[in-house]
Nanobody, 121 residues
Framework: VQLQAFGGGLVQAGGSLRLSCVVS?????MGWFRQGPGKEREFVAA????????NYADSVKGRFTISRDNAKNTVYLQMNSLKPEDTAVYYC??????????????????WGQGTLVTVSS
């Protein structure tokens, strides 16, 4: 299974971006994580195969939306009302089998390369 994330860029505070992650192969739970400058990688959002009841980090609830199009093997992260503290490299990740929508990195089997999101103030 390979994952390829893209869609990052530079945006002003209050703006929006949509990240995409194209997946080759069958996956179940998909997640987005991020790592800001000088920070540890942290959980952002996760979604199941069926797409219902996604899980979000408190810091992004109400601003970010995770979704997936299984026909296109793609997972999206719509990011609205972006803040400078959202600046980070964003990574998509996948579980090779059914599992909980957790933010525990060790439970994800596959990782994509990151895509940089920079939010200017």
């Amino acid at each position: 299974v390979q994952l390829q994330a893209f869609g990052g860029g530079l945006v002003q505070a209050g703006g929006s971006l949509r990240l995409s992650c194209v997946v080759s192969g069958r996956t179940y739970v998909m997640g987005w994580f991020r790592q800001g400058p000088g920070k540890e990688r942290e959980f952002v959002a996760a979604i199941s195969w069926g797409g219902g009841w996604p899980n979000y980090a408190d810091s992004v609830k109400g601003r970010f939306t995770i979704s997936r199009d299984n026909a296109k093997n793609t997972v999206y992260l719509q990011m609205n009302s972006l803040k400078p503290e959202d600046t980070a490299v964003y990574y998509c990740a996948a579980k090779g089998g059914p599992g909980l929508l957790t933010g525990t990195m060790s439970t994800y089997d596959y990782w994509g390369q990151g895509t940089l999101v920079t939010v200017s103030s």
